[in-house]
């Protein structure tokens, strides 16, 4: 059976037997098509012809880069999660008859480490927030908006994807909350799973600013999508990437700055300030507090810096 048929196959069973979310699929189909060139590269059409050296030399590719095919090494972090796709589809395979042995089993996946996130500082924070825009003088649209993005994202901890897929509705119940009412509105987080998250006073009243005084400017097309570009459209990953990165710049902060860097932030912060890590872990939508768990060596790396830095007796 050719290599291309088992692939279309496992990505099918993903998407429909797994359930797997769109940008999960997305991602396994971007590191199977790779693979899929390497072994085209190699003239193995067949996968039944594939063996685990094959497996293993794919993996290096991945770790040294290609010149001839213009790819560049991939990070461990890449390769791992790269090779994870293929242990899958192998997996598959074997379990689906098209293949005898799971050739991939054996082949080990590379550390990526742990790294630790990156989290601004509180003030850090609100600088970023204050240069994204005035929710009081601003009339530019887009600006209202980049403030509304960026104060959500960081009250509640949402993901880039998650921020980006808010429809409309999904805020009603924020937007009809009374000043000082505790409010929460529902997302959709990896794997279609469902959790709701607080949205405080500030994110409030940017959204706010924003439903009143510019999302009806930029609601051209009647889309249902709560963030809008220009276009009337719903706004891009790329969009939002751009306008934080913007908003970090016009803040005077010099490192790279993502949507996930306020993510990192609203967990680190949180944690900081004494909340329950299974707290956050809910809040934050993972699946296992172990996940969470990285967010506690994080304080505790600022703790140590705080102490080396500060403490007379330290060096």
């Known amino acids: 059976m050719s290599a291309s048929d088992v692939i279309a196959d496992y990505l099918n069973h993903l998407a429909v037997e797994?359930?797997?979310?769109t940008l999960t699929l997305a991602a396994y189909r971007r590191d199977l098509a790779r693979y899929q060139e390497y072994l085209d590269?190699?003239?193995?059409?067949?996968?039944?012809?594939?063996?685990?050296?094959?497996?293993?030399?794919?993996?290096?590719?991945?770790?040294?880069?290609?010149?001839?095919?213009?790819?560049?090494?991939?990070?461990?972090?890449?390769?791992?999660?790269?090779?994870?796709?293929?242990?899958?589809?192998?997996?598959?395979?074997?379990?689906?008859?098209?293949?005898?042995?799971?050739?991939?089993?054996a082949?080990?996946?590379?550390?990526?480490?742990?790294r630790l996130p990156k989290a601004l500082t509180v003030a850090e924070v609100f600088a970023m927030i204050d240069a994204s825009g005035d929710t009081e003088?601003?009339?530019?649209?887009?600006?209202?908006?980049?403030?509304?993005?960026?104060e959500l994202?960081?009250?509640?901890?949402?993901?880039?994807?998650?921020?980006?897929?808010?429809?409309?509705?999904?805020?009603?119940?924020?937007?009809?909350?009374?000043?000082?009412?505790?409010?929460?509105?529902r997302v959709t987080g990896k794997g279609s799973k469902e959790r709701f998250v607080p949205v405080g006073g500030p994110a409030r009243e940017a959204l706010g600013?924003?439903?009143?005084?510019?999302?009806?400017?930029?609601?051209?097309?009647?889309?249902?999508?709560?963030?809008?570009?220009?276009?009337?459209?719903?706004?891009?990953r790329q969009t939002l990437w751009q306008l934080v990165g913007e908003s970090a710049r016009r803040a005077g902060i010099d490192t790279e700055v993502s949507p996930h860097t306020l993510r990192h932030s609203f967990a680190t912060h949180l944690l900081e300030g004494g909340a329950d890590i299974r707290v956050v872990q809910e809040?934050?939508?993972?699946?296992?507090?172990?996940?969470?768990?990285i967010y506690t060596k994080v304080t505790i790396e600022t703790l140590r810096e705080v102490w080396?830095?500060?403490?007379?007796?330290?060096?």
């Open 107 to 114: 082949v080990a996946l590379p550390s990526s480490g742990q």
């Open 308 to 315: 080396a830095e500060s403490h007379p007796r330290a060096k």
């Open 209 to 236: 600013a924003y439903l009143v005084r510019a999302r009806p400017a930029l609601n051209k097309a009647g889309k249902p999508a709560l963030f809008l570009n220009k276009r009337g459209g719903r706004v891009s």
């Open 283 to 293: 809040l934050l939508g993972h699946a296992s507090v172990s996940t969470t768990q």
């Open 41 to 105: 590269a190699v003239g193995v059409d067949d996968l039944r012809a594939v063996d685990s050296g094959h497996v293993e030399e794919f993996r290096g590719r991945l770790g040294r880069g290609d010149a001839e095919a213009g790819r560049k090494p991939l990070a461990a972090s890449s390769v791992s999660r790269t090779m994870s796709a293929v242990r899958g589809l192998h997996k598959f395979a074997a379990k689906d008859g098209a293949v005898a042995d799971n050739v991939a089993a």
């Open 153 to 185: 994202l960081y009250s509640s901890g949402l993901r880039a994807s998650e921020l980006i897929d808010l429809d409309v509705d999904d805020v009603g119940a924020v937007a009809r909350a009374e000043p000082g009412e505790f409010a929460a509105m």
């Open 137 to 150: 003088v601003d009339t530019d649209p887009g600006r209202i908006r980049n403030r509304a993005m960026i």
């Open 18 to 21: 797994k359930g797997a979310a």
